[in-house]
Each structure stands twice: as C-alpha cells, then as structure tokens.
C-alpha cells in the first residue's frame, strides 16, 4: 500500500519534473512494466528533461510492455547505465507520439540509438542506403525508413544536429529511399529495366537537401532508351518503372506510408507524361516552359536511376535556369505566385501557417531564390540549391547585407525548426501551429523554452515572423541605398551593374534613372537622407508592387522635393504607419492623383490622418468654397481659390478611392464594389456643385454686387443629377432664372445669360487641373435654345413641345446651385413630365426603344470595340441606366420609391416593387457598377477620360490593379469585363427591348 505522505512528496516531484497529470504518471510508474526503475530518481530526472514528459513516459511503458520480460530487463538495464542512450531514447519518446507507436511495433528499433560513436553522429546517404539494403518489399523498406528517421530524430531532439543538418540528413535518407524503391522495382520488372534508362532528378526541398520530417518529395523522370531498344517501348517502360516506384513509396502498408512522391512539377504538370527524353524536356523548356519552373529547376538535383542520364539533364537545364531573370515579366511571374499563395491559405490559417502565411518560410525562400536567379546570371557562387547557403552567398558577394542576412538566417533556422517538431509529433505533413495548450507547451519545450514554454514560443515565432517579413522588403531594396549613398567605401557594395540588374528584375523600366532618383533622396550625411534611407527599402518595395514602378519613385522624389524643407513630411511617412504605404500606392497608381498632389504636395498630411480620407460634407465643401470666393479681389481669383479647394479634394477622393481599391497592409481592398464607385460619385458631384456654387458667386458679385436683378438656380442632370460623376465626367446643367419682382423682363434675362456666360468664362480659364467643362445640351431645343430660360417658359415649353426624350433627360434633374427655392419649384414643374400619371403609353416606349437603337448604332466612335465601350457599347452605363429609367418612367407614378435620381437606387427600388426579378437586378448592377470603375480607373491611370480600356501595356496593366487583378492578368480582366456586361446585355434585350 502506498502511504499517503508518500504519494503527496511522489505528486509534488512529478509537478517539478514537468508531468501535467501526475496521477497518471504515478499510475504508470507503478506497473509491472517499470517495476525495476520505478524509485529511480535518473529515470524520473531524464523524463522530466523531454519535451513532453507525459508522453515519453507512456511511451517508455509501452516499449517496455512490447520487449518482453528478458528484453525489457535488458532495455532498462541499459537506460540507466547509458545516458547518450536515456537522453535520445527518453527524447524521441518525449517528442514524437508517432515514432512511440513504431517502436511499439518494432520494440527492437530501440537499439539503433545504442551506439554513441563519432561516425553514427553524422551519417552520410552511403550509411543510409546500408541500412535500407535488406529492405526487399515495400512493407520492409518502410520498417527500416523508419528506423532510420528514428536515429535523425534522436539526434535532432537532443541537439547533436543543428536544423540545417537534420534537413540534409532526411534529404539524404529520401535519397536512399528512393534509390532502394527503384530497386525494388527494377527487381519486379527487369525486362522493363532492361530496355531503358531512367533517371529520378530531385526537386523542391529534397533537391534543395533541406527536406521536413513529412513532405512530398518532389521529382521528374528522364527516359532514355538502353542496349538499341526502340525509344517509344523504352519510354513505356520507364514510365512503368517510375510509376511503381512512386506507388513503393506513397501507398498505405500495414507499416503506414513514407511520403508521396509528387510528379506534377514535370512538363505540363500532370497532363504531361511522367516520362520524358531529355531533349523532350528541353525543347518543352527552351519554348513553354513558365517562369515558376525555372524557379523550381534551381533546387534539380539528379539523386536515382542511371547517373549519366541524371547528369546530363542536370547540365542541360542549368544554363536555362540562370538566364530566367531575362524573361519577360519575369518579376512579375514571380511575385503573382507568391501572391497566389498566399490568397489560397483559408483565412482561418493565415495567423497560424508557418510556412505559406505572411512572416513564413515561404517569403524567405521566395526571396533567396529570386536573388539568386537576378544575380546568379553572372555570378556561380550563387548557384547553391540551399537555402541558407544560397542566403550566406548573397551576403559574401555584396548582394545582401551582411546583418540583414544574419537576421534572416536565424529567423529561417527558428521557422525550420518549429516545422520539424510540430511535423515530428505525429509525422504529418502540416505547417500549421498548433492551438491547443498542450502542444504548444511541448513544442515550446522542445525548442529549449522551459521557463513559460507557451509564453516563450509565442513571442518567439513572432518576433521572427516580423523579421522576415521587415526583411523580405528590405532585402531587395537595402543594398541599392548602399551602392548610391556612399557612406561606407569599405563595405562591400552592389556594382552599378548588380543594382541595374535587380531594379530592371523587380519591374523598374529604366534602372538608370531610378538609381539617379535613390542617390538623390538617400544621399549626404543629412537627417533628411538618413530618414529617406530608412523609408526608402519599403517604399520601393511598394512601387515595385504596382503596374509602374518607375512612375511611383519619380513622384516620390518630385513630391520630396516640394516639401523637402517641411519638418513634418519625412516625419509623418516615418512615424504614421499607413502614410508612407498610403502615398506609394497613390504615386504608383496613375497621373491624375500625383498630378494633383504636385501642385498641392501639403496635401500628403491628409494620407496620415486616420479621418483624413473621408469625403467631405457637401454643405461644409460649399461654405469652404463660398468664403474663399468671398475673400478674393477678383472674379478670377475667386475661382482659382475654387479650384485650389477644389484641387485638394480630388486628391481627397482619389487617394481614397485608390487606396480602397488596391488595399494596404493594414486595410485590404475594400469588398463592396458598389459603396466604392457610389462614394466617388457623391464626393465628385458634391465637390462639382461647390465649384460651380463658387464661379455662380464670383460671376455675380463682380457685376451686380449681393444680388442679382433675378433669381437664379443651376439644375443637375445626367450623371451630375445622379450623384454619378466621375472623374472625367462634363457636368450636364440647365439654368433657370426667374425675374424679380419689379425687373424688366429682358433686364433680368440679359442679367441671367451674364450671368452664364460669365461662369462658362471662369471655369474654362486655362488650369493645369482636370477640366470642369458644362455641358448644357440638354436643355429644351438643344444647342439651337437659349441657354437660360425662365421658369415660365420652361412651363410653357414643356406644356406644348417637349418630347419623350427630354421627360426621361428630366429624371435625373436635381437643384445644384443658386436659388433653392426657384431649384424646388423647377423640380415641382417637371414631376409630372418625368412621372407621367398611369406610366408611359405604347408609342412613348417605342420610341424610347428606337431612341436607343438609334444611339447606339451612330454614336458608337468609329474603329471602338462595342464589347468594351463603358458607355455605349454592350451591357454597358447606357444598356443599364436606359433600361432603368424606362422602369421609371412606367411605375414612378404609382412606386415612390423610383422617384430618385440615381441609377443603383432606382434599380433597387424595381427589385423591391418586383419590377425585375433578383438576379437580373444583380447583373444589371454588377455591369453598371463595373463600368463605372472601368472608367475612373482610366481617368485615375491617364489623367485624361475615356470610355475604353487603354492600349498601352503599363496603362493597361495599372487599370488591372486598380480592378483587382495581379500582374500579367489583363487577359482576364477584359474577359472578365465582356462576360459581365454580355449577361447584362441579355437582360437588357428581355427588359427594354421585350424579349
């Protein structure tokens, strides 16, 4: 019977050993399996140094239970006379619940980790393929791989191997693996051997020799024929060979698995053959072969099969690996498969993947190897297949720093790390980190955090994620500060040449220039350098990210020159988190935004403010306007003063609009579409009604003083009534005035049409600005009426002449400036016009119909593609807002809720009334709000309207990532843009049209 003071003490020393169920602990130290070493204070110490001290324990029962009487004497025996033996055994048990589970079957593997010897520390692949000779079978070479991977871990968990050699050790035990399967086949085949030659070339991580504990081994198979077999027969019989080599390795046994052998980097993937001639892989490469694949042939290492072929393909295909970074788009390629990457982690385990995620492996590996294809073209002691001797090299040659490098290192070797424990656990392949308490704490501790294992491993994982992912930037960009600044002659530095050749790599047009740009900002012994030496590395890393990099550093040196005597600037993109990332993405983006910003540069404090983008109130834009109208000597000055406000907030709204486009950081890319082009049309119209609001003002006040002899209101129609505009939009207007009480009639119209030409003069005065031309067209009789009428003959005209057209131009009509109370009383006149009681007849829709027709068969610009015309062409702003308005123009006298102004509210409003059913609504919308971004995007990326896509390839291309797509994508953008409006059009024919 135990005594209970004892249990008490035995509790108290399982707790301190680190045990976390010590009654189960207790438990299992008292049976019979234990019996001889259960009161050894050496055992209980060696199992409180594990990892996971409940877990060797259990495991170390169920060996011992798995031994037998005489074994199990000879196995404790031998524990506590050897601590080499008690620490990697005890280890291993403690770490890997999976390689417990083998022991336990294979209860004799224990004595593979007996011998302490020099040579077991540090087997080569000659040691390996010893130990898998005998493994005959499938079920066998299993047997004995495992045995193997329990030595690797042995020395792993206790510390004999750093993780660059544990990775290079599995690496070579693949190797051998796959050697002993070839065998295996070959054995089972050898009239099939007999006809061919076959090569198994490595790629990936078992190429790189850096291979995980569980991972796919990734290869490609070289045929050849052998002793004058004719090639197609030999090809098929290699290809059977490779396959059964593949099914050796990657079937479940009774013994479990030991990894698959993952075929699909080969020519064409998986719809390629599995076996091919080395001229058939080179003339797949030389002619289709993508930039990925040559990334992937760095790591190509020819590992099985017949030594001769494997060499001659390895010295085949390396001369096309280092001239990849000549490619067109090579960058490009690059960085939209990391981006691909990343956009396929479920979002639940973008916080938790170790490799894939944000900080992860991949970012590093990514980054070693695009350096080394850019600078590998003229430099061999970069073609290592290593990553960490690949990073050493870099640094050795100049390419990267030398503590950026050491950083990166060890924040890989810590990753690594990770990776190997939580994969050793259970021999799964995963990358995530674990979320429960207990597997963090025994990760914790098997990474030597003792003290707060959870706690510990936490901070540490990331911290390091941070280092790689302030590196993964810094990298790239750092070194091209240090060869233009000139602070340290002898530091080793990247040639003019090295620099050209990495920024022309990473998407800079001309690398000339750009390096002029960096000397110039990062340059001199200054506190304003030195700052651009620190924001520098990220700022261009950004630019490189966007469809014209060099346009971006050009901007941003421009606009550092403006305000380079302003203390806060520098200080506000080096302090305020989203400033710096906020102005690339604006300078990177296009001409109109940093056009802006150039003749306003104090503008950039608003990217700093966390308030700063937001539209502002139409009311707070109109007495802005109206005071600094206010304090101008002349009418000219009034609108410069407009338009200086004016100035400021396009950049208000196009920064905003681009940074909720392309995303940053710390805000991604803004989902609702919709919300997006309807704040630009709200901002821009508000902003639009301001200006006019003030040239209105200045116009009158120049002449007549206060007041004018008649009252006077500007009407919005069009996109400008719709609260639509964009950025290149005309604002459509008719103009009303009405004289006051005891004006002559023709004084008071002299005085309106003054007035309108006075403000037509203001706003088109020469202006480096985007133009805010007024179109008034649409008012009654066209460009053949006069421009102002009274609201009299407004009345009258629209009593006797007003045509079907003009009601439907009216629907869209709403007061922007002047007269409120004449604006309201205009819009109570043309109610009825706009909503005729009981809808509109059958002629009024056919000739609405042929309107329309009409439109679009002449209006359409000569040589335009109808399939991508925003406007006019199919499914495009025209198709849908007509179609909308013919519902207005129907049911507005009987449904409220169509009576607005605005195209998406209006459709809305028909869905609602069930007017048009769900999905014809959300098409119908998805067009017209597509459309509407089409054409910002140009206006944004041009500086100048359009209503097409652009021809030019960088143009193009900035559109796409104003839309959303990643570089080399236009292709599917336009697609993408023809498959949305073609449906619209479809709706379009069976609602305006009838069918």
Known sequence: MTVPGRRSSTFMRLLRSGFTDPSAAAALLDSDALAAVRNDPVLLDALGATADPDLALRGLVRLAEAEGESGRRVLLDTLLRSKPLRDRLLGVLGASEALADHLARHSADWHALETYEPADLHPGLADFEQCLADAHDPVRLRVAYRRCLLSIAARDVCGTIDVAETAAELADLATATLRAAL??????????????????????????????????????????????ADESAALRAATRLASHLMRI???????????????????????????????????????????????????????????????????????????????????????????????NIPAAHVDRELKLGPGGLRDVEFAVQLLQLVHGRSDATLHSRTTLDALHALAAGGYVGRTDAAQLGDAYRFLRAMEHRIQLYRLRRTHLVPEGEADLRRLGRSLGLRTEPVAELNRAWRRHASVVRRLHEKLFYRPLLDAVAQLAPGETRLSPRAAGQRLEALGYADPA????????????VTRKAAIQRTLLPVMLGWFADSADPDAGLLNFRK?????????????????????????ARVLSAGRLAPDLLLRAPEAVALLGDPEGLQPRAADALEQEVLAAVGRADSAEAAVTSARGVRRRELFRTAAADIIGSYGTEDSPAETDLGALVDRVGRAVTDLTAATIGGALRAAVRDQWGDTLPTRFAVIGVGRFGGHELGYGSDADVLFVHEPREGVDEQDAAKAAQAVVAEMRRLLQLPTADPPLLIDADLRPEGRSGPLVRTLASYAAYYRRWSLTWESQALLRAVPVAGDPDLGRRFIDLIDPLRYPAEGLGDDAVREIRRLKARMESERLPRGADPTLHTKLGRGGLSDVEWTVQLLQMRHAWAEPGLRTTRTREALAAAHAAGLIGTEEAQILDEAWVLASRVRNAVMLVRGRAGDTFPTQTRELAAVGRYLGYAEGTVGEMLDDYRRTTRRARAVVDDLFYGG
């Open 249 to 343: 390795c990657s079937e479940t046994t009774v013994e479990g698995t030991i990894w698959p052998v993952d075929a699909n980097l080969r020519p064409e993937g998986r719809n390629g053959p599995l076996v091919r001639t080395l001229s058939s892989h080179l003339a797949y490469y030389q002619r289709w072969a993508k930039t990925w694949e040559f990334q992937a042939l760095l790591k190509a290492r020819a590992v099985a099969g017949d030594p001769d072929l494997g060499a001659q393909y390895v010295e085949a295909i390396t001369p096309l690996v280092w001239q990849a970074a000549e490619r067109e788009n090579f960058v490009a390629d690059v960085q939209h498969m990391r981006r691909r990457v990343v956009d």
């Open 183 to 228: 065998r295996i086949a070959t054995a089972a085949a050898p009239e099939d051997a007999a006809q061919c030659r076959l090569a198994v070339i490595a790629m990936g991580k078992c190429g790189g020799n850096e291979l995980n504990y569980v991972s796919d081994v990734d290869v490609i198979f070289v045929g050849d024929a052998a002793n004058g």
């Open 559 to 583: 606009v550092s020159d403006a305000l380079g005597k302003t203390p806060w600037y520098l200080r506000l993109l080096r302090d305020e988190g989203a400033a710096a990332e906020n102005l």
């Open 513 to 524: 220039a750009a390096l002029r740009h960096l000397e110039a900002l990062a340059s001199g």
